[in-house]
């Protein structure tokens, strides 16, 4: 009463009846004549012969109006069913043994219980686990081909795809629900017809643990996650190890003692730690990426927290590129979401630590092509923006999107994305622009 929130005159379970019959159809049979006899009690209505609960409860229930206006309670279910409701599945075999019964189906509840005790770390982790998976309303779901799927209320795509098979949901990409392509923390509904869309390189990810809401999802997240750090932990720890041997040094101590005298440069320590192979000397190389390749550049040590594949992207509001002080914000069902330091969206994230991550940029990163944004206000003239395409094209710039987010008669505010390298280069080719008379104003967008 105190969980629903109701009256003891609202309950309609006081008094209850079971019918027993012979077989399904008399079941129904039964149900009809009763509503035909009795006025019904909308929505307890409920059909656990056509959509067993996962440890294969079958039977009618309904409420109806009685006597005296007394609400009542109707169960109707076969014998069969009875001994199951009231014995549990293992009466299921006694009622069953002379017959050559093999269907599992009505076991499966007990496999994903031991596949949870499987990947769970420990017995509380298990025990959260299991609750997980009891006390809880259910949805069911249909796969495409038209296999039921009984999942708590609540549950994602995610959790249908790991109800269907583990390997299924640790290569889940993405989910169509009723024939629409919808992220993977869209909560089920009854009756939805859900398409799992796989992935040979996907991997869990850490983010989907803030979503799923059934044990067997969540232990199999975790466990993929707690791999990954020993990984990651194995891997730091040779790089290590690699860096005193190759540095001539004792412990880790001796390494910040060398550095800080400099008798090693953060650089030396990097090499050794991540060594790459040499490039030959007689390979032609492109102008472009010889001038980027030249240049120092501070390499980090892998991103701390990060599993690799996890989702990545750059925030459009400060377009961060190599250079400039970055900081990453996970944000639940995208990853993590890469600032500059400076970028005013940080200020909504403050009252949050736990979200954000120390991150640097990589070598990889480096030298990848990155968007940056600019704002011009160019005088109104024929040609000025040729000349405005032309320099950043001189300066080694791509322009991947132009938009006039102003005109008037004098003059034209646009908004310029442009590939380069880093923040260097883009500092170089705001330059030029500044210094082109038909540029009135350049300025590097922030939101």
Request: proline share 5%; aromatic share 6%.
């Amino acid at each position: 009463m105190q969980r629903k929130n109701i009256s003891f005159e609202q309950l309609a379970d006081v008094m209850a009846f079971r019918v027993l019959v012979d077989s399904a159809a008399d079941c129904y049979h039964a149900l009809g004549i009763i509503h035909s006899g009795y006025h019904v009690v909308p929505g307890r209505f409920k059909d656990y012969i056509s959509t067993p609960k996962p440890n294969n409860y079958r039977s009618l229930h309904t409420g109806v109006i009685g006597p005296e206006r007394q609400r009542i309670e109707m169960q109707i279910r076969t014998r069969e069913m009875h001994e199951i409701a009231e014995l549990g599945v293992a009466a299921h075999w006694i009622y069953k043994q002379d017959t050559d019964w093999t269907d599992g189906r009505q076991y499966r509840w007990l496999r994903e219980l031991l596949e949870i005790l499987d990947h769970a770390a420990g017995p509380e982790e298990f025990l959260e686990h299991t609750k997980l998976e009891m006390f809880q309303d259910q949805v069911f779901a249909f796969t495409p081909k038209g296999d039921l799927i009984a999942l708590p209320r609540g549950a994602t795509p995610v959790d249908f795809a790991y109800a269907v098979h583990s390997q299924i949901g640790d290569t889940c990409v993405g989910a169509k629900i009723n024939g629409r392509l919808l992220p993977l923390r869209t909560e089920l509904a009854n009756g939805d017809q859900v398409e799992i869309i796989t992935s040979k390189a996907q991997t869990p990810s850490p983010t989907w643990e803030r979503f799923v809401v059934t044990g067997k999802a969540r232990a199999r997240i975790r466990r993929f996650v707690r791999t990954q750090q020993r990984t990651q932990y194995l891997d730091l720890g040779k790089a290590i190890l690699r860096v005193l041997r190759q540095v001539n040094c004792d412990s880790v101590e001796d390494l910040y003692v060398a550095v800080g005298e400099g008798i090693l440069t953060g650089r030396e320590v990097v090499n050794a730690a991540f060594p790459r192979p040499a490039e030959p000397k007689d390979k032609v190389v492109p102008i472009t990426r010889a001038r980027r390749k030249g240049r120092p550049q501070d390499t980090a040590v892998p991103i701390r927290g990060l599993i690799p594949g996890m989702a990545l992207h750059f925030a459009g509001c400060c377009h961060p590129l190599p250079g400039d002080r970055i900081v990453g914000i996970v944000t639940t069902g995208k990853g993590v979401t890469i600032h500059t330091i400076d970028c005013d969206t940080l200020e909504s994230f403050a009252n949050e630590p736990e979200r954000w991550l120390d991150v640097a940029w990589t070598s990889e990163e480096a030298d990848a092509a990155h968007v940056g944004r600019i704002n011009v206000t160019i005088a109104n003239e024929p040609g000025n923006l040729g000349s405005l395409t032309t320099t950043i094209g001189k300066q080694g710039g791509n322009i991947s999107n132009l938009k006039i987010t102003n005109r008037s008669t004098d003059f034209f505010e646009i908004m310029v994305d442009i590939e380069v390298a880093d923040v260097k280069h883009l500092s170089t080719i705001i330059a030029a622009l500044r210094a082109t008379p038909v540029i009135n104003s350049v300025e590097r967008a922030r939101g």
